[in-house]
């Protein structure tokens, strides 16, 4: 069994700073690409940021120079920093990762997180 646990959402006043963590533990073969995606009621679900096994990463324009991604692959954690947060970065906040799992044929498959809340509002 592959699990994907995010922590670290909360409520935040505008301006404030957000550090959001992501580990993936069970039989897992291969850590592929890990990124977040976000949901906020009646939109759909975004890419907020990605980064490769080698560290390349990409962000939505939105949060573009605000959110830093990284990831320590010994520990098979993502994580998303988030400064300078406005209201509109309110939303569920969802850890992905493309991984290859132990068992038969060792396809890629894709994964997702339960979802960890972040609410900006003074």
């Known amino acids: 069994q592959v699990q994907l646990v995010e922590s670290g959402g909360g409520l935040v006043q505008p301006g404030g700073s957000l550090r959001l963590s992501c580990a993936a533990s069970?039989?897992?073969?291969?850590?592929?690409?890990m990124g977040w995606y976000r949901q906020a009621p009646g939109k759909q679900r975004e890419l907020v940021a990605r980064?490769?096994?080698?560290?390349?990463?990409n962000y939505a324009d939105s949060v573009k120079g605000r959110s830093i991604i990284s990831r320590d692959n010994a520990k098979k954690t993502v994580y998303l920093q988030m400064n300078s947060l406005k209201p509109e970065d309110t939303a569920v906040y969802y850890c992905?990762?493309?991984?290859?799992?132990?068992?038969?044929?060792?396809?890629?498959?894709?994964?997702w997180g339960q979802g960890t809340q972040v609410t900006v509002s003074s």
């Open positions: 992905n990762a493309q991984l290859i799992p132990y068992g038969l044929g060792l396809s890629v498959g894709d994964y």
């Open positions: 980064i490769t096994s080698d560290g390349s990463t």
């Open positions: 069970g039989n897992i073969f291969r850590l592929n690409a």
